[in-house]
């Protein structure tokens, strides 16, 4: 099974940017889908962006035109490229896996890293 380590995450000011990174235990090119999602105090978990292994990426209406999701499989990692922040942005973010197993699907998550966007 797939392990998944986040990092990147930290104290930025508004208009700032950070760089998040996923690392995978294992290959990644197989899996179906992954992603980030995001959870604030008192919120459900959301999704932040993802990107499935044909290259389709779809974005939050939040973050559209701000974040960019990358998938490099030859280092078994995911980014996150988070520009011009808000502190709506403010968040514990989590990488998460999707993979099929003959007709079906088991998701994994990551431990999470902090996201804190404050003058």
């Known amino acids: 099974q797939v392990q998944l380590v986040e990092s990147g995450g930290g104290l930025v000011q508004p208009g700032g940017s950070l760089r998040l990174s996923c690392q995978a235990s294992g290959n990644i090119a197989s899996i179906y889908a992954m992603g980030w999602y995001r959870q604030a105090p008192g919120e459900q978990r959301d999704l932040v962006a993802s990107?499935?292994?044909?290259?389709?990426?779809t974005y939050g209406d939040s973050v559209k035109g701000r974040f960019t999701i990358s998938r490099d499989n030859a280092n078994n990692a995911l980014h996150l490229q988070m520009n011009n922040l808000r502190p709506d942005d403010t968040a514990v973010y989590y990488c998460?896996?999707?993979?099929?197993?003959?007709?079906?699907?088991?998701?994994?998550w990551g431990q999470g890293t902090q996201v804190t966007v404050s003058s």
């Open positions: 998460k896996s999707d993979q099929t197993f003959g007709d079906a699907m088991y998701a994994t």
């Open positions: 990107v499935t292994n044909s290259g389709l990426a």
